[in-house]
């Protein structure tokens, strides 16, 4: 089952947060949104900050695909190579990297499928950046993306989600959360935006609003572990422990997975 990727700065959580971003999928690729265009795109200049981590076959990979799209003087080609860098990336969880192709092919061909595989990609590495000037740049990155599908697709209550999410972490999270209060506005059971206020109640220390926030979206959505799970620690953080062990039992009933399970029993062992 794919889990909503969260970028949750909250201690409490940490450890669940890490395990929560690790993706089940990724971003889906339609090649019918790539088009036609006249100019030629061109390799990004940035360096590759994850060279080290890759092993000879596929550091081998990425420089024979970087070498092909330098040089080919056939458009549509190189679109082809950008995007299997980007896919390459994406398989190996670097989407920085990814996201520098998946933005090369937006710009030279800016349509709204390529824009969300832009702006979605640079988002995933927002969530992954651990370096607050790094998760700013990625945010900034993504915004643009996404304000311009909004303006496309003005309905597009994801993508909103998404921006309001980014404009949260930037220098004014108050745009963010009045963006997040008018989803809910139009849409009072956005499965998303509850999440996100939720998320932010906990950031904020607001453990008896996380509660409220929770307890709602839980009701509305019992099967979202993720939801289920913070309601949990939002318990034990106000010390209400019953409630909590209750939670996590709960948590643990839902996912079968593995890391799940090893998190959920990290904190029932503390109770």
Request: charged content about 25%; hydrophobic content about 40%; glycine content about 4%.
């Amino acid at each position: 089952m794919f889990k909503t990727r969260i970028f949750l700065f909250v201690a409490a959580a940490a450890l669940v947060v890490v395990l929560f971003l690790l993706p089940k999928s990724v971003v889906d690729n339609d090649p019918k949104s790539v088009g036609e265009k006249s100019s030629e795109p061109t390799t990004p200049s940035a360096e590759d900050p994850h060279t080290a981590e890759f092993n000879s076959d596929q550091t081998d990979l990425i420089d024979k695909l970087n070498d092909q799209l330098a040089h080919s003087d056939d458009f549509e080609k190189s679109l082809i190579f950008a995007d299997s860098l980007a896919k390459l990336y994406i398989s190996l969880n670097k989407y920085d990297s990814a996201a520098r192709f998946f933005e090369l092919i937006a710009e030279k061909v800016p349509t709204v499928g390529n824009w969300l595989m832009a702006g979605n990609t640079y988002y995933e590495a927002f969530g992954f950046a651990m370096d607050a000037a790094r998760r700013s740049s990625l945010a900034e990155k993504a915004k643009v993306y996404f304000i311009k599908i909004l303006e496309a697709q003005p309905e597009n209550l994801d993508i909103k989600n998404k921006l309001a999410m980014t404009y949260v972490s930037s220098p004014n999270p108050m745009q963010g959360i009045m963006m997040l209060r008018e989803i809910l506005q139009q849409d009072p059971q956005n499965e998303q935006a509850l999440f996100n206020l939720g998320v932010l109640s906990m950031q904020s220390g607001q453990y008896d609003k996380a509660v409220e926030r929770f307890s709602n979206l839980a009701k509305l959505y019992p099967d979202n572990t993720q939801a289920q799970f913070f309601l949990g620690v939002s318990y034990l953080e106000t010390g209400k422990k019953d409630k909590a062990k209750e939670q996590f039992l709960l948590v643990k009933s839902l996912d079968d997975d593995p890391a799940v399970q090893a998190t959920v029993d990290s904190y029932l062992e503390n109770i």
